[in-house]
């Protein structure tokens, strides 16, 4: 509300991988993510009128200690390294970069986008 009387925001939404390319095993989750995917588009044409950018980062394998299992596992660690084309795992402030520009004036102009945030993996 505060946003629409301002006429002005951003609206960041993060997603997953997950959502973009599909997942063996997780349905479910790749289904979510995949519907944070709709929730932007939809909320940018909605919101455009007020002013309002909404957009979407999509995350692959990102150094926290959600992905600690994989990354502590040489066997897993191997399986997911070799889908990422950059060859490694983000660094959260490698990611947190792409949250500062599409908060910021420079990205005043776009709306409704996905940004994949992870390494080449959505295109492997």
Same mark, same amino acid.
């Given at each position: ?5 301002q ?23 790749? $289904?979510?993510?995949?519907g !944070? ?6 909320? *940018?044409?909605?919101? %455009? /009128? #007020? ?35 950059l060859?490694?795992? $983000?660094?959260?402030?490698? !990611? ?6 599409? *908060?910021?004036?420079? %990205? /005043? #102009? ?15």
């Amino acid at each position: 509300k505060y946003m629409m009387e301002q006429k002005s925001g951003a609206i960041i939404n993060v997603t997953s991988v997950a959502g973009v390319v599909g997942t063996v095993g997780q349905i479910n989750y790749s $289904a979510a993510k995949g519907g !944070v995917i709709a929730l932007t588009k939809s909320a *940018a044409r909605e919101l %455009a /009128r #007020y002013g309002i950018r909404v957009n979407c980062i999509s995350l692959g394998i990102v150094e926290t200690d959600m992905t600690e299992k994989i990354r502590t596992d040489p066997k897993l660690q191997e399986i997911y390294t070799r889908r990422i084309l950059l060859g490694r795992f $983000a660094k959260p402030e490698e !990611v947190a970069s792409a949250f500062v520009f599409l *908060a910021s004036d420079d %990205a /005043r #102009y776009i709306t409704g986008q996905l940004l994949q945030v992870d390494g080449g993996y959505g295109m492997t």
